[in-house]
């Protein structure tokens, strides 16, 4: 008889530590898949910033010139009322000729072209950004 109650004890007791096991097996299981998919679920790196030079513009093919291609997207995108007109100025800065586009023109290229979050109407065309960075990138010159 008490070889009958000590293995249903031993029975039991092995019942139970099995039911832990399982129980912390299964979550660690639920926690690693629920961090899995919290740290996958959303990316919203930028390429530009992680990777510069990532993104392919052909900058030989791409017109550059300040008067013939980056003013006029100035003047047509950035310098209109509310925004970086001289009456209105935002953030105190005019963009209308080319000293005052050239002397912000790494703002320019983080804002515009990178993090793409001017104008605020609504970020430029992939075409208008690869005039503004490849003028910048050749030197910003008055051309």
């Known amino acids: 008889m008490d070889r009958c109650r000590r293995s249903k004890q031993l029975s039991s007791n092995m019942k139970l ?7 912390k097996k299964h979550l660690l299981l639920t926690v690693g898949i629920g961090l899995t998919g919290l740290l996958s679920s959303c990316y919203y790196d930028k390429e530009e910033i992680l990777y510069p030079g990532s993104t392919t513009v052909d900058c030989t093919t791409t017109p550059a010139g300040f008067a013939a291609d980056v003013q006029p997207l ?26 005052q586009i050239s002397s912000k023109k790494d703002r320019i290229l983080i804002r515009a072209v990178i993090d793409k979050t001017m104008p605020p109407t609504g970020p ?15 030197g910003a010159l008055d051309n």
């Open 124 to 138: 430029l065309t992939p075409a208008e950004s690869a005039k503004i960075k490849c003028w910048i990138e050749a």
């Open 74 to 99: 100035f003047i047509s995108k950035c310098a209109v009322s509310g925004c970086h007109d001289p009456a209105t100025a935002s953030g105190g800065a005019i963009f209308q000729n080319y000293s």
């Open 17 to 23: 530590m099995f039911r832990k096991i399982f129980l």
